[in-house]
């Protein structure tokens, strides 16, 4: 007769990217601390910046209000199948350790829009230090009217703005971007629909990562506009990596 077998394994599946963060398929806390657990391995902190409980998070027979101390976790239809998302308010974010060094990457996340579209500087995406306004800076925000990417080298900086689609509250949005020597692109899909881009002009990759810099969802640095949106998805490969061979990094 077999028993239970004490099998030891790690908090989160194995990923071919730097850093993949998911709900679709699994929610890993790290039951001793409460970090999110990014499926490449990384712990996340996560803060609602002392704010009080979020009041309507969506779930699955109507709406509940989450306590200032837990994260807010939505029932979220993503490519049509329900799936759990992170709530992000204006004062929510999360924060990962960045393991590598700069070099070419290709990223994508994936979120339902709930407004940060139409507040200018709104971060849903961010690699930088803590100083939001100092050193390298690879960050994704919007103009108040079009999402957009921007690399600051701590002196200079390039910009590929989106110049069509705006997602309204309720949709569904994948951002794809990828980052090199040669520039920044900007992709965007809404609600599985034809993707526009958007370009930037070249600008030298830097040699080394600001002291403190932090993979951020919903903040650049500790200060700069949190947006709001519910997020499903969040990674980082490297390299340029095409739209059909992302998924493949999972």
């Known amino acids: 007769m077999s028993g239970f ?3 030891r394994q790690t908090t989160a599946p194995v990923s071919r990217a730097l850093f993949a963060w998911s709900l679709k398929e699994d929610l ?5 601390t409460g970090n999110l657990v990014a499926r490449s391995g990384q712990r996340g902190t996560w803060s609602r910046g002392g704010a009080a409980s979020s009041a309507g998070i969506v779930a699955n027979n109507g709406t509940y209000t ?3 101390s837990l994260p807010s976790f939505e029932a979220r239809t993503i490519d049509g199948v329900e799936q759990t998302t992170l709530h992000l308010g204006a004062s929510d974010y999360v924060f990962w350790p960045v393991g590598w060094l700069p070099q070419t990457l290709t990223g994508r996340i994936t979120f339902v829009e709930l407004g940060a579209r139409t507040a200018v500087n709104s971060t849903l995406f961010a690699i930088s230090a803590n100083d939001p306004t100092a050193g390298v800076q690879l960050y ?3 103009s108040g009217t079009f999402y957009r990417i921007t690399y600051h080298n701590g002196t200079t900086s390039v910009t590929a703005t989106l110049t069509a689609g705006q997602p309204t509250s309720g949709q569904n949005v994948a951002l794809w971007w990828s980052w090199s020597a040669a520039g920044l692109t900007l992709k965007q899909s809404i609600n599985g629909g034809a993707a526009t881009t958007a370009t930037s002009g ?6 080394a990562w600001s002291a403190g810099t932090m993979l951020r969802l919903n903040r650049r ?14 990674l980082v490969a490297p390299g340029t990596v095409s739209d059909a061979d992302i998924v493949e990094f999972w």
Do not use: C, M, R
């Open 5 to 7: 077998n004490d099998v």
């Open 28 to 32: 890993n806390i790290e039951a001793s």
């Open 66 to 68: 989450a306590p200032a």
């Open 140 to 142: 994704v925000d919007t």
């Open 202 to 207: 070249a600008l030298a990759l830097p040699s």
């Open 221 to 234: 640095g500790l200060t700069q506009n949190a947006a709001i949106g519910s997020y499903a998805s969040a």
